[in-house]
Structures are given as structure tokens and as C-alpha cells.
């Protein structure tokens, strides 16, 4: 599921100029009543959600023309704002979980690069030498796909081989 940070839902809905004009038209004119109607409706409560019955609208965007621009300016702006904000944060995600998912595959490497080496040096004790693995020579992948191990063995009458073997790996 996105967040909500991500999604454009909420600033559509929340910075529709239609419903910020009626939030302050309801506003204003709960704090300055004029002259109020009875209603004669049968959800009277509902009507308290909107402006006062009978009020004149406190910005009214029909009768002067150069309101109606200034606040057209206004809304763009501000949803121009709030959606670049809503871009960055879905950006932002993007590539946090792209940087996630490279630490992941980083990490897979490194713990299969692990298990071969000790495959190898298993291998190698289990024919009867003692094997050292040198880290940075154990697997060296070439252009071909050809890995090179050198494995550094110990004879039992003491003796030092090294041992140089190339495998061909599918990728």
C-alpha cells in the first residue's frame, strides 16, 4: 500500500479551489452571522456543515472579476507545491528502496563469495591438505566467465604447493 505522502489523492481532494472557497465561506460566516433564516429543512444538522442559511457569500468569485484571478493564481501555486512535494516523496522512496535492494544483492554476493570459499577449502582438506585460501586470489572472475582460484596447499611431509584451477561459470 502507499503512504499517503506518496499519493496525489489527498492534495486533489484537500486543494480543490471549489472546496477551500466553501471552507471559507462557512467559516466566515459562522463568525459573522448575518441575518438568519429559519430552515426548513428536514436534515437541519446537515446545514451546519455549510455557510448559515441566508448569508450572502463572503467571497464571491461571480461578482468581482479580478478576486476570482487572484485567487485562481493563488490555488495553482500552492497544488503546483503540494504536488511537487507529493513527486519528491515518491523520488525519495524510489530510490531508497532501489539503494535497498543494491545492499540486498551486495550482501547475497558477499555471503555466496563466502560459501565457495569454504566449499573450496572443505574440498581441499577432504583430499588431505591442509588448504589456506588467500581472499583476493580465491576467485577472480576474468572477461570469459572464467573464475581462477589459487589455493595455497600443505602436504603432509611438509611440502608447499599451489595450485592454480580454472572454472568456466554459467551466469
Not at 39 to 58: D, M, R
Not at 89 to 111: G, I, Q, S
Request: with cysteine; proline share 4%; glycine share 4%.
Amino acid at each position: 500500500m502507499t503512504s499517503l505522502s506518496t499519493t496525489y489523492l489527498i492534495p486533489a481532494i484537500l486543494l480543490n479551489p471549489a472546496f477551500i472557497l466553501h471552507l471559507i465561506n462557512t467559516f466566515v460566516s459562522h463568525l459573522m452571522p448575518s441575518t438568519h433564516t429559519i430552515s426548513h429543512s428536514p436534515h437541519a444538522f446537515i446545514e451546519t456543515l455549510g455557510p448559515v442559511p441566508g448569508t450572502a457569500p463572503y467571497l464571491d468569485m461571480h461578482a468581482d472579476d479580478q478576486l476570482c484571478w487572484r485567487y485562481t493564481a493563488i490555488m495553482v501555486i500552492v497544488q503546483v507545491l503540494a504536488f511537487g512535494r507529493v513527486q519528491d516523496n515518491r523520488d525519495a522512496k524510489k530510490t531508497a528502496k532501489a539503494a535497498k535492494l543494491e545492499r540486498e544483492r551486495a550482501r547475497k554476493e558477499k555471503k555466496e563469495e563466502e560459501r565457495l570459499l569454504q566449499q573450496t577449502a572443505k574440498t581441499a582438506k577432504a583430499n588431505g591438505h591442509a588448504a589456506t585460501l588467500d581472499s583476493s586470489t580465491a576467485n577472480v572472475l576474468n572477461g570469459n566467465g572464467v573464475t581462477k582460484e589459487t589455493i595455497e596447499t600443505e602436504s603432509e611431509d611438509g611440502s608447499s604447493v599451489t595450485t592454480t584451477s580454472e572454472e568456466e561459470m554459467i551466469l
